[in-house]
């Protein structure tokens, strides 16, 4: 059970809750949570399963199976479907699928001068939407952390007594180190303890045994884009690269973000270009960001100065990109010119990217996607050389449109995702 903890730790979704591997010590108790994690995991991702497919794919008797089963139906994890006729002799086969409906999860995603919720039930069941205009940049901590339960409590209103809260996912700009500490520059957050301050709330108003877990928004928005946007299997490696005001970046392994080992893990925005390239706020020269970044588009196509767009991309990053689009569509040569060197910017590392993870694809996303058009064709010629046949023949490079929910809807999977991990600790049986 070792080396599985070690993966948790790496490749949750959240770093906060505990890794089903690394809070126990061998104990029956143990291989009992471990065997009911994989067997929710497996219907999550596979849809409706047989008894006898998911002991298969989960490498568990069928006796064992019906003790775990049994044990998630009382907690209305799971639930059995109408009964299906197989091909040839037997009995029929009453499929599985996740249940969940008394469970309530909440993703949350802050952004600079907005906070969106979602909320939905374990099973995936939306419950409701809600978008509050909170100036978390302006507010800065400890104000904003208040601004934030303050959110957070509203949204208990919505509960009517018929379902329990079970787990809440925070997705911000910024990262979030073990302990569950928030650094955030765009927030002008250093080392805030969110996640016990918003787990404290909660507890406040009488929801005691609720996780709550927090991420960088696009490391939500990665999983979300890998696990439900692409067509791919189950325990495909993504890479993402993203974000709105900035190049960001992910990777997902298994359906789950991997995190390294403090937090950061698939950060590509910094990847080293050209060492004689443009300055970089981050002190080097030649970084993919100031090749691709948005304010780096802008002045490299003489669409804005450096404090101009610098500026706009901070405030109103959806206008930054429309200038970019726009000037591109009319031909603008200048803005053409810019878009064709952050393509080979972004060539450089995507290639470098395939070479070291050898994903099954590499995505585009946020204002990423929405110039693919016209970063694509550079791209594909920084990875494919020249005119030969790659080396990972099997990576895909896709790229998909600009969507601003995508960090609020990866924080709902990522709070769906803590009860699976969690089931014993996060629901009770329902029934007997």
């Avoid at 029956?28 to 497919?53: A, E, I, K, M």
């Avoid at 299906?84 to 029929?92: E, H, K, L, Q, S």
């Avoid at 990665?222 to 993203?242: C, F, K, Q, W």
């Avoid at 790659?390 to 995702?417: E, I, K, N, Y």
Wanted: charged share 20%; hydrophobic share 40%.
């Amino acid at each position: 059970m070792g080396s599985l903890a070690n993966d948790y730790d790496r490749r949750m979704p959240s770093a906060n809750y505990p890794a089903p591997g690394s809070r126990r010590s061998g104990s029956s108790g143990d291989v009992r949570h471990h065997n009911l994690t994989q067997v929710l995991r497996y219907v999550r991702d596979h849809g409706p399963s047989s008894r006898h497919d998911i002991a298969h794919g989960c490498g568990l008797g069928i006796s064992t199976m019906t003790d775990l089963v049994g044990e998630l139906r009382h907690r209305r994890l799971v639930r059995e479907l109408d009964p299906v006729r197989r091909t040839g002799a037997g009995r029929p086969t009453r499929p599985l699928e996740v249940d969940g409906d008394p469970w309530v999860v909440l993703g949350v995603h802050l952004d600079l001068d907005h906070i969106r919720v979602r909320a939905a039930t374990v099973g995936g069941l939306e419950l409701w939407r809600d978008e509050v205009p909170v100036d978390l940049r302006r507010l800065g901590a400890p104000d904003g952390v208040h601004a934030v339960l303050a959110v957070v409590r509203a949204q208990l209103g919505h509960l009517d007594g018929t379902r329990d809260l079970v787990a809440v996912q925070l997705a911000l700009p910024g990262r979030v180190g073990r302990g569950g500490l928030v650094v955030s520059e765009a927030l002008g957050w250093a080392s805030v303890a969110l996640t016990d301050r918003v787990g404290a709330a909660l507890a406040a108003r009488g929801h005691r045994n609720v996780h709550v877990g927090a991420a960088d928004e696009t490391q939500l928005a990665a999983l979300h884009a890998a696990r439900t946007e692409l067509d791919l299997p189950s325990d495909s490696i993504v890479a993402y690269l993203g974000g709105s005001r900035a190049v960001s970046t992910a990777v997902v392994v298994d359906g789950e973000i991997y995190l390294g080992a403090s937090g950061a893990g698939g950060d590509f925005g910094h990847a080293h270009v050209d060492p004689t390239g443009p300055a970089c706020r981050c002190g080097r020269h030649g970084c993919l960001q100031s090749f691709a970044g948005p304010a780096a588009v802008l002045v490299a196509g003489d669409l804005l100065t450096t404090r101009e767009a610098d500026q706009l991309v901070l405030d109103q990053p959806e206008k930054a990109l429309r200038l970019v689009v726009e000037a591109a569509a009319a031909g603008d040569a200048r803005v053409l010119t810019a878009l064709q060197r952050a393509g080979r910017a972004l060539g450089h590392t995507v290639d470098d990217v395939v070479g070291i993870l050898n994903p099954d694809a590499v995505v585009l996303g946020g204002y990423l996607g929405a110039l693919a058009g016209w970063l694509l064709p550079a791209v594909q010629l920084e990875t494919l050389g020249a005119g030969g046949p790659t080396a990972f023949p099997g990576t895909r490079v896709v790229a998909l449109p600009s969507r601003s929910g995508r960090s609020v809807a990866g924080a709902l999977l990522a709070a769906r995702d803590a009860c699976f991990s969690d089931p014993l600790t996060l629901t009770q049986r329902l029934s007997a």
